[in-house]
């Protein structure tokens, strides 16, 4: 069998926000062809099923997922090819980011680290400190609903500010071509060793969480908003807006999901009623 299936498993500790109930199933497709019969099998028998990469930019409730979670964390890897670069769903960005510096290629600093796969960087076009995934994304094979596979050009993946055509079609990436620019591996590795050091110093690497909390609004930043708020600080049980930057909310050890999500929308009420600025999330809540 080209995937692995553990029945009731637990989701919080595949999620970097460490929360959230059990799995009816947790699958792992070891390659493309796992992935779609794992895929076929939960459609044939009308089972729910969601594909993620490595949950760091999503949380299950505490009541978990009564379906199929299928994770591509196991389908890594990248090709370096003529100066572009070909990964695989599942490839951890950063490690992307290093095969890239390997070959002389810029462009994938920004990547380095964030915690997510290519998949769900695609899917939500992450991006950091200038660098965004649509700034290097070439094409992309895709499997629609009818399982049939697409090939879809940086255009017609319709990116935007942390949105893709992905999110409105249900697609599926499968792999994509990247390209980026010829730079010496020297510079790229010493800018990417200086952006993990900007991470480590302005972001609470220490405690568990999924990144920004809220997208970034229209001329303003959501940490700043929140922090003008007084909100810092400001937790419901576990969960907590980071003393070290409020745009992060972190698990400070025992939340639960349902804690996570009070304090986003109560975070979110608050800076509506002081500014005017709906926040909108950018961790997303799988019911
Ligand atoms: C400490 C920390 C720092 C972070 N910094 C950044 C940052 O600087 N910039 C940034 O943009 N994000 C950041 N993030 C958020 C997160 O890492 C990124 O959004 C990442 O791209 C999510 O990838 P993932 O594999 O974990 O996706 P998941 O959280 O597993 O999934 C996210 C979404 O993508 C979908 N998805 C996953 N795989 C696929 C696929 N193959 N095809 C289609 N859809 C798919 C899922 O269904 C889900 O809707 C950070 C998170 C943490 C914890």
Redesign the pocket.
């Known amino acids: 069998m080209d995937y692995s299936l553990i029945e009731n498993a637990p989701l919080a500790p595949i999620g970097?926000m460490k929360v959230g109930g059990n799995a009816k199933y947790l699958v792992l497709p070891k390659n493309e062809n796992g992935l779609v019969s794992a895929i076929r099998r939960f459609k044939e028998s009308n089972e729910r099923f969601?594909?993620?990469?490595?949950?760091?930019?999503?949380i299950f409730q505490d009541s978990g997922f009564d379906g199929a979670v299928i994770s591509?964390a196991e389908m890594k890897g990248t090709k370096a090819r003529e100066g572009r670069l070909v990964s695989l769903?599942g490839e951890p960005?950063s490690a992307l980011a290093r095969t890239a510096c390997e070959n002389g290629i810029g462009g994938f600093e920004f990547c380095y680290?964030?915690?997510?796969?290519v998949?769900?960087?695609?899917?939500?076009n992450?991006?950091?400190y200038g660098g965004e995934i649509s700034k290097v994304f070439v094409s992309g094979r895709f499997l629609n609903e009818n399982l049939d596979v697409i090939t879809l050009s940086c255009e017609e993946a319709e990116f935007g500010y942390?949105k893709s055509r992905?999110m409105r079609e249900n697609?599926?990436?499968l792999s994509a071509e990247l390209c980026g620019y010829e730079r010496d591996p020297a510079d790229i590795r010493a800018e990417m060793e200086d952006l993990v050091a900007k991470?480590k110093s302005k972001?609470p690497?220490e405690y568990p969480?999924?990144?920004?909390a809220f997208k970034r609004p229209k001329d303003n930043f959501a940490g700043a908003l929140i922090e003008q708020c007084g909100l810092k600080g400001y937790s419901i049980g576990g969960a907590q807006v980071s003393e070290k930057h409020a745009g992060f909310i972190i698990n400070k050890g025992n939340a639960t999901a349902s804690e996570v999500i009070a304090l986003l929308k109560e975070v979110s009420e608050i800076v509506f009623e002081k500014t005017g600025i709906r926040l909108e999330p950018e961790i997303?809540v799988i019911d």
Request: charged share 10%; glycine share 18%.
């Open positions: 970097s969601i594909v993620v990469g490595k949950c760091s930019n999503l591509t769903c960005l680290g964030i915690p997510g796969t998949g769900g960087a695609v899917y939500m992450a991006g950091a942390r992905l697609l599926l990436l991470r972001q690497l969480s999924c990144g920004s997303r």
